[in-house]
């Protein structure tokens, strides 16, 4: 069992920069695949970013590419978004989510994810 409490959202202007932590409980975090979900009000929820159980692979969603880093420290059990040049379409409710799958294959996939934060708001305003 895992349970995933996400903090840093907010409310910021175009351009700026965040940054999202995700602290996992449990003793077995550096096994899970760890991604980044966010869903905007009437749309679907959407894959962001994820990262690898040792952190060696990472993978991003188009739009976010080279203006989102996904990190994790697994001494931490704690999971990180680093932000910068936020856009309006940013703005939503950004999810962490745990789950043992085959990273090269689904890790943008939502549902081989496992467990779930209750999410934070990232609001990017003009």
């Known amino acids: 069992q895992v349970q995933l409490v996400e903090s840093g959202g907010g409310l910021v202007q175009a351009g700026d920069s965040l940054r999202l932590s995700c602290a996992a409980s449990?003793?077995?975090?550096?096994?899970?695949?760890m991604g980044w979900f966010r869903q905007a009000p009437g749309k679907e929820r959407e894959f962001v970013a994820a990262?690898?159980?040792?952190?060696?692979?990472?993978n991003y969603e188009d739009s976010v590419k080279g203006r989102f880093t996904i990190s994790r420290d697994n001494a931490k059990n704690t999971l990180y978004l680093q932000m910068n040049s936020l856009k309006l379409e940013d703005t939503a409710v950004y999810y962490c989510?745990?789950?043992?799958?085959?990273?090269?294959?689904?890790?943008?996939?939502?549902?081989?994810?496992?467990?779930w934060g209750q999410g934070t708001q990232v609001t990017v305003s003009s």
């Open positions: 449990g003793r077995t975090f550096s096994s899970y695949v």
């Open positions: 989510a745990a789950g043992i799958l085959r990273f090269s294959v689904y890790a943008a996939n939502s549902y081989r994810y496992s467990y």
């Open positions: 990262i690898s159980g040792p952190g060696s692979s990472t």
